[in-house]
């Protein structure tokens, strides 16, 4: 039994009902004065899966670290930056915010930037998705990059060539064409500060939060294992969006 079963049924035993309650609470609904008027799009939404839907890809303990340690402190840090920076977060997206993140503090750029990017991140991910989009963005993909195949070589190599964290991006710039790229740190292409401007409608985290355990210091195996979890439907909406 491990001290925190211990500590929990320690906990249940010597709180009775009311702490059976709290311990039952998900992490999404406990609020603080600080987080009870902020906006949704400002807070961490549950996993569209369980932690262990995308194994053998990404493991379990992976994705539970990730999204309930790394991801919900960007959450929290955002939210206590909004506080801080007097951000009416229920007048302003959270994208026109990243648009204009020049003008706030690095910690708002960094944990503005690491939720939203997560919150993607999860969505664009799905066990056992079609391998290949298909429609207007398998068009685009196509005239674009050549081919399909070329793409994921071009994304791969841009995850890859980022040096230390960051993420590696499929963009719609603004006049519609479509782009790869990457940021650093929690940079996003949303931001006035990124070399290449646009909507993000994939993104690939290349921080070692997201890969160590299961990969050590195998980046590329871990790119090449992510392309079987892209939930290509999801990212065709996306690019539905950004090109109305
Ligand atoms: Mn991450």
């Keep these: ?16 009902k009311a702490g059976m309650a709290m311990a039952a609470l998900p992490i999404i609904t406990k609020l603080s004065p600080s987080n009870m008027m902020i906006s949704s799009e400002y807070v961490q939404q549950p996993l569209p899966y369980g932690y262990a839907a995308l194994e053998p890809f990404i493991d379990a303990l992976t994705m539970e670290i990730h999204y309930t340690k790394h991801a919900a402190a960007y959450a929290k840090n955002l939210a206590d930056a909004c506080v801080a920076e007097k951000v009416d977060t229920n007048a302003t997206n959270l994208s026109d915010l990243l648009k204009n993140i020049s003008q706030y503090s690095p910690k708002m750029r960094n944990n503005a930037g690491g939720h939203f990017n997560h919150e993607l991140f999860w969505q664009l991910m799905k066990p056992a ?4 989009p298909t429609g207007a963005l398998a068009e685009a ?3 674009t990059f050549g081919s399909f195949d070329a793409f994921k070589t071009a994304l791969g190599d841009a995850a890859k060539a980022r040096f230390g964290s960051g ?20 940079d996003n292409p949303l931001m006035d500060i990124a070399e290449t401007k646009g909507a993000p409608i994939l993104g690939l985290d290349v921080w070692e939060h997201a890969y160590y355990l299961k990969y050590q210091n195998k980046r590329p195996d871990y790119i090449n294992a992510w392309w079987n979890l892209v939930n290509w439907e999801f990212v065709q909406k ?4 950004a090109t109305h």
Excluded: C, H
């Design 1 to 16: 039994m491990s001290n925190n079963t211990q500590n929990r049924r320690q906990f249940l035993k010597t709180s009775g």
């Design 129 to 132: 998705p079609a391998t290949a």
């Design 141 to 143: 993909i196509t005239k």
């Design 167 to 186: 993420w590696a991006w499929l963009v719609v710039k603004t006049d519609g064409s479509l782009a790869v790229s990457s940021t650093p740190n929690q």
């Design 238 to 241: 996306k690019y539905a969006e």
